[in-house]
Structures are given as structure tokens and as C-alpha cells.
């Protein structure tokens, strides 16, 4: 099965969050891409007595709309606008202590995770559980 080009653009924003320090506590449900086959993606469902840590290693957090909005929230990140512009895309605005943020994409989250992106980016990382 091949996978949309929105999807694939999604797994890089998710490998991008992490490697801007948003840390994943993995829990059943979440959607996980495997790190040595990104386009392999699953729900995860059993630790298989994994440890946490060693599930960040084998696999790449591919938050929901939800979690991203948990991670506004936990950042006090206040979600200004999040919609369909004129140019019929998806956007999101959101207001951090430091200014506006404003991204585009093709999907909600995508346009929510380019937002956490540089939310993460412009201000110091705090860690949340989801």
C-alpha cells in the first residue's frame, strides 16, 4: 500500500517535534510510525514488555490532533484560529507568550504539528505527559 504524500508529511513533522524535544510516554492507542520503516504505520497496541525508552527508540510518536492540542495546552499556548482559509487549506494560528504563530497545510494536524514545531523551537522545551 503506498502512503499519501500528506502522511509522509506528517511522519517528518513528528520525527522534527521530537528532534525538538517533544518526549513521547507511550501509551495503547497512540499511532507510532517504526523508525527503520517509517512507512510502516500502526496503532500501538502491546509493550511487549518493552521498556519506554526503548519503544522511543524503535518507533516515532505520530501525535493525534487531540495530543497536539494537549501540548498547546501544557505550553499555555492559546489556539487562536484553526480552520479552512479562503485558499481552501488548512490553517492555524496560535498565540505563545512570545508572538503569533501562523502555519498551512493540507491537514489539521499537519498545520497544528508545523505550529507545535515552532512553538517548540522559539521557546524552552517543557516536558508533558499526554
Do not use: C, M
Given at each position: 500500500m503506498?502512503?499519501e ?30 523508525r527503520n520503516?517509517?512507512?510502516k504505520?500502526c ?5 511487549q514488555g518493552?521498556?519506554p525508552?526503548?519503544l ?6 505520530l ?11 501544557a505550553r499555555?499556548?492559546?489556539i487562536?484560529?484553526a480552520?479552512?482559509n ?10 505563545t ?14 498545520a497544528f ?8 523551537e522559539n521557546?524552552?522545551?517543557?516536558e508533558?505527559?499526554?
Open positions: 503506498k502512503i504524500q500528506s502522511a509522509w508529511n506528517y511522519i517528518n513533522v513528528s520525527v522534527e517535534l521530537e528532534k525538538k524535544g517533544l518526549v513521547w510516554h507511550p501509551e495503547i492507542g497512540d499511532e507510532v510510525s517504526d520503516h517509517l512507512d504505520v496503532i500501538f497496541v502491546d509493550p518493552l521498556t525508552k526503548i522511543r527508540e524503535t518507533f516515532v510518536w501525535p493525534t490532533v487531540e495530543q497536539l492540542v494537549e501540548q498547546f495546552e499555555q499556548v492559546l487562536y484560529h480552520g479552512i479562503e485558499r481552501l487549506v488548512y490553517e492555524a494560528i496560535v498565540k507568550s512570545e508572538g503569533v504563530i501562523e502555519t498551512s497545510a493540507e491537514t489539521l494536524r499537519l504539528g508545523k505550529a507545535l514545531s515552532e512553538v517548540l521557546s524552552g522545551v517543557i508533558t505527559l499526554h
